[in-house]
């Protein structure tokens, strides 16, 4: 049974950085895609950054560009989003999920159906 935990989220002030952890059990991460969704209230699931590792393809939304850094530690079989100069746009619900190999990670952004496995979601919230 695939199992997704996120963690990492919270209160942080405009400006300041938060690491987000996707800890994934029950399949090896080295063999899937990685995407990280935001979802704020009233609007639809935004892809935010994803990884795919067969195609070497890592893609970041045009409003975290530059800000947003996602990484993996297959020792682990965790991947993890860091957030930095954070934005008060930036808050939501952050979630992670996992795709087959060489899905739902493209050049131009994220395919959420085609994700399999989801996290329960991190609350970010960005506030002085």
């Known amino acids: 049974q695939v199992q997704v935990v996120d963690s990492g989220g919270g209160l942080v002030q405009p400006g300041g950085s938060l690491r987000l952890a996707c800890e994934v059990s029950?399949?090896?991460?080295?063999?899937?895609?990685v995407g990280w969704f935001r979802q704020v209230p009233g609007k639809g699931r935004e892809g935010v950054s994803c990884?795919?590792?067969?195609?070497?393809?890592?893609y970041y939304s045009s409003s975290v560009q530059g800000r947003f850094i996602i990484s993996r530690d297959n020792t682990k079989n965790t991947a993890y989003l860091q957030m930095n100069t954070l934005k008060p746009e930036d808050a939501g619900v952050y979630f992670c999920?996992?795709?087959?190999?060489?899905?739902?990670?493209?050049?131009?952004?994220?395919?959420?159906?085609?994700?399999?496995?989801w996290g329960q979601g991190a609350q970010v919230t960005v506030s002085s």
């Open positions: 990884w795919n590792i067969p195609g070497r393809i890592t």
């Open positions: 999920a996992t795709a087959d190999a060489g899905y739902g990670c493209y050049t131009r952004g994220l395919v959420s159906g085609d994700y399999d496995h």
């Open positions: 029950g399949i090896n991460l080295d063999y899937y895609t």
